[in-house]
């Protein structure tokens, strides 16, 4: 009994010691300001309080027979690296306490120590534990806020896939979307988490496309210190930053033949264990995979599993690529105007029907994204409150749909000022900005054309 209403309890604390006197000692001193406390005599005790309960912190010796303290943090930041852990020194053995916190003690508490200094330390530890949950609060958050800020298209295509995130978020099912490059499946994966039952928890991205090959099992796992050349303290891998949330896998096709299997039994057995590490530990991740290549082609050249194929595929979520749903393009391409605009505290304004009829027309092979690039693109070289129109859009896009920049069709008229404007944006930016080039080629002066850029701004 710690003689501490349940409700009030501040957190739950394991203290670690074989000396019984200074255990109990502990003990009091902190219940009195309200800490749920219990104690072990010994560390192998201790692991096990650990592995059948839930623990905000742990305070141990270092010197301690059978097990030390600093195998013991071996244990715990293996098992839980959430858990707080700080080391009880005396000072004769300062150096293994600074050991310790390279290790991933947060900090050590030299004997003899008053029960204010006790309170002190263990006060400000839960007070940085209580900001790096509110920091991860906080991101959870932001990642709500980009998920709500998604434009939901009317087409079917659109109407057919958020249906299908709507019924996928409400399961805790592995998910395996497809889709070409630029096609928004970090973007699925992402409103699959957040409108979940996993939404408070982490949402964790890797690309293993982009990570070196060498590199991705120490990112994916993690890895004892010393399992590696540069291996200078304990990591932990991105399964167990993802704990009780999402593990997104972006690019899941360019995986190598072992690490998949590593990746199976994860799912299979819902462990992992770190680089250079014998002990396994837990993880509860939902696994959603990402791919731009057709897997099942990757299976007959042998180059993807297909038993990982099978356990992913649980939910197939196939994303079409932009050019077969183009009536949405007008409302997408309006949504990243407004969202640039106010990003750059630019007045929102519209497209000119020729601008309208130049993105609809365009394929868009990089879909999606390139899409919002060309109207960030756009917004960039029009003037304030001007409307967007074709002139503003990239040469090469024009060029595509065959679209003469300085048509006069009947609703995008535009003034001398204007076309001589966008002939100067035209110019510099087939050199590449290099005004005194530009300047050579329209036979004017670089500084005339810093001058009507100017006024025009």
């Not at 090959?213 to 167990?240: I, P, Y």
């Amino acid at each position: 009994m710690t003689g501490v209403p349940e409700k009030s309890v501040k957190g739950k604390i394991l203290v670690v010691d074989d000396e019984e006197r200074i255990c109990q000692a502990v003990k009091t001193s902190l219940q009195r300001i309200g800490y749920h406390v219990e104690t072990s005599l010994d560390a192998m005790n201790a692991l096990e309080k650990i592995h059948q309960g839930s623990w905000d912190m742990v305070i141990c010796d270092i010197k301690m027979p059978v097990m030390d303290g600093m195998t013991l943090l071996d244990r715990i930041k293996e098992y839980d690296s959430n858990i707080v852990v700080l080391m009880i020194t005396g000072y004769a053995s300062i150096e293994s306490a600074i050991e310790a916190v390279k290790k991933g003690a947060q900090e050590y508490i030299p004997k003899p120590f008053s029960p204010g200094q006790l309170r002190f330390v263990v006060e400000r530890a839960f007070e940085r534990k209580r900001l790096i949950e509110e920091n991860l609060h906080l991101k959870t958050e932001l990642g709500q806020a980009n998920v709500r800020n998604v434009v939901v298209g009317k087409s079917q295509v659109m109407e057919q896939l958020f249906g299908l995130i709507a019924k996928v978020a409400s399961t805790d099912s592995s998910v395996l979307i497809t889709g070409e490059s630029g096609s928004g499946k970090e973007i699925v994966a992402r409103l699959i988490h957040f409108r979940g039952a996993r939404a408070d928890a982490p949402f964790v991205t890797v690309n293993c496309s982009a990570i070196p090959r060498d590199l991705l099992e120490s990112e994916l796992f993690g890895h004892q210190r010393g399992a590696f050349t540069g291996a200078f303290d304990t990591k932990r891998g991105s399964f167990e930053q993802a704990d009780g949330g999402t593990f997104f896998l972006d690019e899941i096709g360019d995986m190598r033949l072992e690490m998949q299997a590593k990746i199976l039994r994860v799912l299979e057995e819902k462990k992992i264990r770190k680089v250079g590490s014998e002990n396994e530990v837990p993880v509860d991740v939902r696994i959603i995979a990402a791919t731009n290549k057709d897997l099942g082609e990757e299976i007959k050249a042998g180059r993807f599993r297909e038993d990982l194929f099978y356990r992913l595929n649980t939910v197939l979520i196939a994303i079409a690529p932009l050019r077969e749903y183009k009536e949405d393009i007008p409302l997408f391409a309006r949504h990243f105007l407004k969202v640039f605009a106010t990003e750059m505290k630019k007045p929102v304004t519209d497209f000119s029907e020729e601008a309208l009829s130049l993105m609809t027309s365009h394929d868009w092979p990089g879909n999606v994204r390139e899409l919002r690039n060309a109207v960030e693109r756009a917004l960039i070289f029009a003037g304030p409150g001007e409307l967007i129109r074709t002139s503003h859009f990239p040469p090469e896009l024009r060029e595509k749909a065959g679209t003469n920049s300085y048509s006069v069709a009947a609703k995008d008229f535009k003034n001398l000022r204007a076309f001589e404007l966008d002939y100067i944006r035209e110019v510099l930016d087939a050199c590449d900005g290099n005004k005194a080039r530009a300047a050579e080629i329209l036979g004017i002066s670089p500084s005339t054309i810093w001058r009507k850029l100017q006024e025009e701004s």
